[in-house]
């Protein structure tokens, strides 16, 4: 990677900004990790988790701070920016191709190697940030159908598949077809990903997943 373009880089994964003082420049990236830890209850500087309690706004408004759906929905964001940006260094270039970004951040950064644990975050993620839900298409285009648990809860487990196959039915109210997803694992998670990116781009472990350089970063991740 050549050293000016990685310089930015490595800016824009700082958790402290502006990378350019003088002209107010912000990583985008770093915005999006920011909000998704202000929505998920965490420190915006270090990620850590605070447990905030919930409060008469947040109940009045259907928010429940601090597990909004926007708090999960900028960390799954987040993990397919990475993704789409990042790749190591030391992988076969076909290895890499075809891969979504959600996909090779779990895989790659992650070390998730079960697909049982990366399909249902992708799915997740697609039914979020596509229609704000809990459920897949009844046939998605690719992968199987899915519909969704939240839990909260503190467990090292990060997917729970669902007993039975879910079959796309949408009157099917079912628990035993729903996946559950364990939050706070997910997000630990990520934000270990955070720190495995950042790490492997200063020890040039990484290469950069673009075509134009620096007007590439400049144009697409970050704002004055």
Not at 10 to 24: A, R, T
Not at 124 to 140: D, E, V
Request: include cysteine; glycine fraction near 8%; aromatic fraction near 10%.
């Amino acid at each position: 990677m050549d050293k000016k373009v990685k310089e930015i880089a490595i800016k824009l994964l700082d958790i402290n900004q502006p990378m350019e003082v003088n002209s107010g420049r912000h990583s985008c990236i770093i915005i999006l990790l920011k909000s998704a830890r202000y929505g998920s209850g965490r420190d915006l500087l270090t990620g850590e988790y605070k447990e905030p309690g919930y409060n008469m706004d947040g109940f009045e408004e259907g928010l429940f701070y601090p597990h909004k759906f926007s708090g999960l929905i900028s960390y799954l964001i987040f993990l397919e920016q990475i993704g789409s940006l990042f790749k190591n260094a030391s992988v076969a270039e076909n290895i890499e191709i075809g891969k979504e970004g959600i996909d090779r951040a779990l895989l790659y950064f992650g070390g998730i190697d079960d697909a049982e644990i990366r399909n249902p975050i992708i799915a997740l993620r697609n039914s979020m940030a596509h229609r704000f839900g809990l459920a897949t298409q009844k046939k998605p285009k690719s992968g199987k159908p899915y519909k969704f648990t939240l839990e909260y809860y503190d467990t090292a487990k990060i997917i729970t598949p669902s007993i039975k196959k879910w079959d796309g039915v949408f009157s099917d109210k079912n628990e035993d077809t729903n996946t559950t997803v364990h939050i706070l694992a997910l997000v630990n998670l990520i934000e270990r990903i955070y720190e495995e990116v950042k790490s492997k781009l200063e020890n040039d472990q990484l290469d950069l997943d673009i075509d134009d350089g620096r007007n590439e970063l400049y144009a697409r991740y970050t704002i004055v």
